[in-house]
């Protein structure tokens, strides 16, 4: 079934489980080669314009965040996209699922998330090989 057939039948794209609307500005950070290129197309239909890329300093709606294990320090990269973030922004951290290589275990993303001062709103299945863990300031300190 195509995209377009299971929106005409209510389904909602892999952006708009994302909770992502259009217009809004993302900010794509750790794409590499394994990312989910149908994902990444959904989100860009939705919003109706490109993801702008890590190196950018404007400010942005949601980072989406690709991370697997063995790409550095999850706290300095959360921290780091939370920089760009508007005062309601989100994060979505993109990790690959269970028994893929790069999974990242759930306790290190709720200590890392903690420290960084974020708050883990959502979990979702963002793709087949892909888990979505949306993380948001905690409303006290927008």
């Known amino acids: ?54 190196d950018s300093d404007e400010v942005v709606d949601v980072v989406l965040l690709w991370w697997r294990d063995g790409d550095g320090d999850l706290f300095d990269a959360l921290s780091d996209a939370m920089r760009a973030l508007a005062d309601a922004g989100q994060i979505w951290l993109l990790t ?10 759930p306790s290190d993303i709720g200590e890392d998330a903690a420290t960084a001062g974020l708050s883990q709103t959502s979990s979702i299945s963002a793709a087949p090989d892909w888990s979505g863990t949306r993380l948001a300031t905690p409303k006290g300190r927008r």
């Open 1 to 54: 079934m195509s995209a377009t057939a299971g929106q005409a039948q209510g389904e909602r794209s892999l952006a708009e489980r994302l909770g992502l609307k259009p217009g809004q500005v993302v900010q794509e950070i750790g794409w590499d080669e394994d990312s989910d290129e149908e994902l990444r197309e959904s989100i860009e239909n939705l919003i109706g314009n490109e993801m702008i890329d890590e």
């Open 96 to 105: 690959p699922k269970a028994a893929r290589d790069g999974h990242v275990e």
